[in-house]
Nanobody, 121 residues
């Protein structure tokens, strides 16, 4: 089964940037659609961005134009570049796969530890 490890979270001021990393181990991550989801305190989990196996990218309306998802095939990793961060982006961010990007559908019940992003206003 796919096991992914997130990193790169932290505390940043509003308007700042962070880059989250998602590393796969023991399998070729390129073969799968990988999604970033987040969960803010007191809220449900929501899809943020997704990249399909053919490289098609998807974004939630709330992050379009600010976040960019990408793959690094040489490092077997997926990244989420987050710019112009807002206080409402504060959440624990998870990378998971495989995901049906068009539907933000992730059928497994496995969520890793995630990485905390805190944006101060």
């Amino acid at each position: 089964q796919l096991q992914l490890v997130e990193s790169g979270g932290g505390l940043v001021q509003s308007g700042g940037s962070l880059r989250l990393s998602c590393a796969g181990s023991g399998f070729t991550l390129d073969d799968y659609a990988i999604g970033w989801f987040r969960q803010a305190p007191g809220k449900g989990r929501e899809g943020v961005s997704c990249i399909s196996g053919d490289g098609t990218t998807y974004y939630a309306d709330s992050v379009k134009g600010r976040f960019t998802i990408s793959r690094d095939y040489t490092k077997n990793s997926v990244y989420l570049q987050m710019n112009s961060l807002k206080a409402e982006d504060t959440a624990v961010y998870y990378c998971v796969g495989p995901v049906m990007c068009a539907d933000w559908y992730y059928e497994r019940d496995y969520w890793g530890q995630g990485t905390q992003v805190t944006v101060s206003s």
